[in-house]
């Protein structure tokens, strides 16, 4: 089938991607910095790394061994983070990207499929949002990202190259799902309030909560990225990853509550301010992947929610 490298495969979304490509029988090589991922959640089978896609080095060392594709997933993920440290940012996500991108064209290989994010459409005008959509990032984090993407494109068109060098990007909405960090404060509004719960801690929304939200599930999101390893339907080509069905932070809220037998009448739920970069409505168009890979989610919300809300509880650990 062919060796993939899955940078950022020890993180939330990454594991389960390299989960699904060691069952369909793909040799899987990880690279993790482990600043967000959890090397426990690396399948045994696949072999592991630890680095920085900002070290040229160790990209060299994995390139060198033989790649055929590149599933390019590390990166920072904190809208919020971006603002404390926008060097930073840009550093992980755009340059790191660039190294990865440059690693891809010195060895050949076939195809780069790239974690782009829906923060590039900022507040979008039309809902649910077609990739067509105008990009209008209000964040550092979603300027890094579609610089990011940018670049991965141009590349993937550049006519100077002696071989086919076929590019993907996803934008993905709210993935939320087992493994989802319930301790790190900045990343999935889900497991940031299941991990509110669990410590007894009161719930923080920021704005009325009436904002929406995409969510989709991680294995969904998996599903899309494997399916469209070495698929001529993929190349060149940028997919939303949602579902089309926007949830309201307040709506998230009351489920997540009522699941632990809780309501706002009796748990603290506190109000705050809108945060900078704060996206009002978020809800996908899925039209163009569910017609050229014949991808389109299998869980829905509800069901995906429950699900997350048991592994959360048998997983989490004071």
């Keep these: 089938m062919g ?9 939330f979304i990454g594991s389960h991607i390299v989960d699904l490509l060691i069952d369909r029988d793909f040799s899987v090589i990880v690279l993790d910095n ?14 592991f790394v630890h680095g920085d896609v900002q070290d040229n080095n160790v990209l060299e060392t994995i390139f060198a061994k033989g790649v055929d594709f590149v599933i390019h997933i590390a990166g920072q993920a904190s809208i919020s983070l971006s603002f404390f440290d926008p060097t930073e940012d840009l550093s992980v996500n755009t340059i ?8 891809c064209i010195e060895h050949r290989v076939k195809h780069l499929l790239f974690a782009s994010s829906m923060t590039i459409y900022g507040t979008p005008t039309v809902v649910p949002t ?13 300027v890094s990202k579609y610089a990011a993407e940018r670049y991965v494109h141009i590349s993937g068109e550049r006519k100077n190259l002696d071989f086919d060098f076929n590019v993907t990007s996803f934008r993905m909405f709210n993935v939320y799902g087992p493994r989802q960090s319930l301790t790190n404060s900045y990343q999935g509004v889900l497991a940031i309030f299941l991990g509110n719960v669990l410590r007894n801690e009161p719930i923080n929304i920021h704005s009325d909560g009436e904002q929406s939200r995409d969510f989709v599930h991680v294995s969904d ?17 940028v997919f939303n990853i949602g579902t089309g069905n926007p949830t309201s932070v307040n709506q998230l809220c009351d489920n997540v509550l009522r699941a632990f037998d809780y309501s706002k009448d009796n748990y603290e739920v506190v109000y705050h301010p809108a945060q900078a970069g704060d996206i009002r409505t978020s809800s996908a168009d899925i039209e163009k992947i569910e017609s050229a890979l014949g991808w389109s989610p299998q ?3 509800e069901h995906g929610m429950q699900e997350t809300i048991r592994w959360a509880r048998q997983n989490y650990k004071q």
């Design 221 to 237: 999101v998996a599903r899309a990225w494997v399916d469209a390893i070495g698929n001529p339907q993929s190349y060149g080509q």
């Design 34 to 47: 482990e600043s967000t991922g959890n090397r426990q959640y690396v399948n045994i089978k696949a072999d």
């Design 3 to 11: 060796a993939v490298l899955v940078t950022g495969g020890a993180g």
């Design 299 to 301: 869980y829905d919300f």
């Design 130 to 142: 077609p990739e067509d959509a105008i990009p209008n990032p209000v964040s550092y984090y979603a």
């Design 96 to 103: 790191g990207t660039i190294n990865i991108i440059q690693k």
